[in-house]
């Protein structure tokens, strides 16, 4: 059997690792606590592929020693500077497990491959509206394809195993040899309804696109990611902007998880989300105004909680 290390326990890992688990894998989850509840209640998701429960196979707040029994680390925590895998799973672990990182951001696997250069890095994008609730509870509104490659292998076969995964799941995914593309493409989403939603006072997707200005600075925000992708070398289409905001206006009105960890006072992802694009912007000598003040006003704003 396939055995999945699943780090976190929020909407992102309780949903994929319970498909995962529908397709014949064991989940086993590390949580930094509440372990106990975990293991005792599981997961419930309500789902557009469907309501489930399961239970995964094992909870625990202290990594196991024998990691090297593990095929698959799946790491669903949040991207914050405080959050470092080395705390977590050692400085060194066993060279033939792979990590796979289901994480929102730019410029989030080079400390992982710093870190564990013997180990494939994978990366993913989850293309989802979840959100974790109480005790367990997921609320899975729309959309939920995912997008995997190798981060440091020209090829994998621990890639193709987790795709074929998720597709026996009925988890829409695909596979790409251009993760970097696919990971800025990301960015280009979360990086102006993110934070608006925050700085807006809890608008949800709808409600920005709604009014006119914000679905300007929504535009404007999409723009100098673009720009910075072909900066990076990995150009995301212009025409993305469109497609995105199409997709956003049909689908449901949505709550995004940056405005969910600020209304529970929780640490946002500013730093991976909008902090290293600056850096990236910085390295190539390119202003990014939109992003500059957003960064700013979200730095301010987690400060006042």
């Given at each position: 059997?396939?055995?999945?290390?699943?780090?976190?326990?929020?909407?992102?890992?309780?949903?994929?690792?319970?498909?995962?688990?529908?397709?014949?894998?064991?989940?086993?989850?590390?949580?930094?606590?509440?372990?106990?509840?975990?293991?005792?209640?599981?997961?419930?998701?309500?789902?557009?592929?469907?309501?489930?429960?399961?239970?995964?196979?094992?909870?625990?707040?202290?990594?196991?020693?024998?990691?090297?029994?593990?095929d698959l680390i799946l790491n669903c925590l949040k991207s914050l500077p405080d959050i470092r895998?080395?705390?977590?799973?050692?400085?060194?672990?066993?060279?033939?497990?792979?990590?796979?990182?289901?994480?929102?951001?730019?410029?989030?696997?080079?400390?992982?491959?710093?870190?564990?250069?013997?180990?494939?890095?994978?990366?993913?994008?989850?293309?989802?509206?979840?959100?974790?609730?109480?005790?367990?509870?997921?609320?899975?509104?729309?959309?939920?394809?995912?997008?995997?490659?190798?981060?440091?292998?020209?090829?994998?076969?621990?890639?193709?195993?987790?795709?074929?995964?998720?597709?026996?799941?009925?988890?829409?995914?695909?596979?790409?040899?251009?993760?970097?593309?696919?990971?800025?493409?990301?960015?280009?989403?979360?990086?102006?309804?993110?934070?608006?939603?925050?700085?807006s006072g809890g608008k949800n997707t709808s409600q920005i696109l709604a009014e006119s200005s914000?679905?300007?600075?929504?535009?404007?925000?999409?723009?100098?990611?673009?720009?910075?992708?072909?900066?990076?070398?990995?150009?995301?289409?212009?025409?993305?902007?469109?497609?995105?905001?199409?997709?956003?206006?049909?689908?449901?009105?949505?709550?995004?998880?940056?405005?969910?960890?600020?209304?529970?006072?929780?640490?946002?992802?500013?730093?991976?989300?909008?902090?290293?694009?600056?850096?990236?912007?910085?390295?190539?000598?390119?202003?990014?105004?939109?992003?500059?003040?957003?960064?700013?006003?979200?730095?301010?704003?987690?400060?006042?909680?």
């Open positions: 059997m396939f055995r999945i290390l699943v780090l976190g326990s929020g909407a992102i890992a309780g949903l994929y690792a319970g498909k995962l688990k529908q397709a014949g894998c064991s989940v086993d989850f590390w949580v930094r606590k509440n372990a106990f509840e975990l293991e005792e209640r599981g997961f419930q998701i309500q789902s557009h592929w469907g309501d489930f429960e399961y239970q995964p196979n094992l909870v625990f707040e202290e990594v196991p020693k024998n990691l090297e029994e593990y895998l080395e705390t977590i799973l050692g400085i060194r672990i066993p060279e033939n497990v792979p990590i796979l990182l289901l994480q929102n951001g730019i410029g989030i696997e080079e400390p992982i491959t710093e870190l564990y250069p013997s180990n494939e890095i994978l990366s993913g994008l989850a293309f989802v509206c979840a959100n974790r609730l109480d005790n367990g509870k997921i609320h899975h509104l729309d959309y939920g394809d995912l997008t995997i490659g190798s981060w440091n292998r020209s090829s994998s076969s621990v890639l193709e195993r987790v795709v074929q995964f998720f597709e026996t799941a009925g988890v829409p995914t695909q596979s790409t040899d251009t993760i970097r593309q696919a990971r800025w493409k990301k960015l280009m989403w979360n990086a102006p309804f993110n934070p608006i939603s925050v700085l914000s679905r300007s600075l929504v535009i404007e925000i999409m723009k100098e990611v673009q720009r910075l992708s072909e900066l990076d070398g990995a150009p995301v289409p212009l025409e993305q902007i469109e497609i995105f905001l199409e997709m956003t206006e049909s689908m449901k009105p949505y709550k995004t998880s940056m405005l969910l960890d600020f209304e529970n006072g929780r640490p946002m992802e500013i730093d991976a989300i909008l902090g290293n694009a600056l850096k990236i912007g910085e390295k190539f000598h390119f202003r990014t105004p939109h992003i500059e003040t957003l960064y700013a006003l979200l730095k301010l704003k987690s400060h006042s909680k």
